[in-house]
């Protein structure tokens, strides 16, 4: 099995400011480490792979890969590790987008967005919030850029994505569902043009 080493645990489920500072004391880093070693290994062994993304990691590998990082043993699977990078994302108690910011960023998805426009909502996101998705998208580019063969355009990586970047507070599926086309028309703005 091919493998990431890992070596901090607990981040799941863990605001990432304090993740960002706590892995900080170890090294200088931009992200957290979970993100950056699943990357890596997505960019070294999976860019080609058909539907990176949608398809799901088998939930049980899934939840064995974050048990494994969180005690610091090491990784492998493409797929659930791409599962692992989006629930990260998704097990973060506040959104890449914070929710104090989501009126103004979902009012983007819904309206003609312009770049000026985005580059400042951007730049009042904290910063390792904008860290992060400025390393996702950037990430993310790379992958669409492939998806001649691995079918992930940006569309589909936008699908795949910006629900766990963007999402409303509530949990009631009224508003789920209601701000998921906006999250997800926001996020294909985004890759096109961070």
Partial sequence: MLGVSVSIAGVFGQRLEETVLYERRYGVRLVPLVVEQCVTFILEHGLHEV????????????????????????????????????????????????????????QQGHSDLSPLHLRHLLHELPV?????????????????????????????????????????????????????PASVCFFAFLLLNL
């Fill in 51 to 106: 539907g990176l993304f949608r398809q799901p990691g088998r939930a049980s590998l899934v939840k064995e890969l974050q048990e494994a990082f969180d005690s610091g043993e090491s990784l492998g699977n493409l797929v659930c590790l791409a599962s692992l990078l989006k629930l990260y994302l998704r097990q973060l108690p506040e959104p890449l987008v914070p929710y104090s910011h989501y009126q103004d960023f979902l």
């Fill in 128 to 180: 390792a919030n904008f860290n992060l998705l400025n390393f996702i998208c950037q990430f993310l580019n790379e992958v669409q850029s492939c998806s001649s063969s691995n079918k992930m355009n940006v569309q589909n990586l936008a699908t795949v994505f910006g629900p766990n970047i963007l999402r409303a507070k509530a949990e009631d599926p009224q508003s789920i569902m209601g701000g998921k």
